[in-house]
């Protein structure tokens, strides 16, 4: 059994975020697992551009309340305990509510050939965010 040295708390890039969201490690598998597991902190009204993934992306949500969104679908509001799986490939965002923190576990699988994990694409808009 290992117990290894936690990651520092990473700040998300401008790139991939709008408002504060803080990245925390937790688990990134050795081969021939792939597997990706994330804690991921929104400020209020934080989110993720629009974004997919290649193998697809699962979200558990731990704490506070949010949105996700598949490109052309309806918004839906996120609470504490909900689950969302996003298939490869889709495009989505997800993030914090306007008044409120959200937390979500990140669990994503590498490809495993030499497709980039994620895919980013452009910042959410301020029309596209529910108010």
């Known amino acids: 059994m290992e117990i290894p040295a936690k990651p520092p708390t990473a700040k998300g890039p ?6 504060d969201v803080f990245l925390d490690a937790i688990v990134r598998g050795e081969e021939p ?15 993720t551009a629009w974004h997919s993934h290649a193998v697809g992306q699962t ?10 969104q598949a490109r052309g679908g309806e918004v839906t509001a996120l609470r504490a305990g909900d689950v969302v799986h996003a298939p490869a490939d889709e495009w989505h965002w997800h993030g ?22 994620t895919v980013w694409g452009e910042h959410v808009t301020e029309a596209e965010y529910p108010s």
Not at 14 to 19: K, L, M, Y
Not at 33 to 47: D, L
Not at 101 to 117: C, K, N, Q, V
């Open 33 to 47: 697992s792939r597997v990706r597991v994330n804690t991921v902190r929104f400020t209020p009204g934080a989110r």
């Open 59 to 68: 979200l558990y949500v731990t704490d506070g309340r949010g949105f996700v």
């Open 14 to 19: 401008a790139e991939w975020f709008t408002g």
């Open 96 to 117: 914090a509510a306007a008044e409120h923190y959200m937390t979500h576990l990140s669990i994503t699988e590498a490809p495993g050939d030499d497709r980039p994990e």
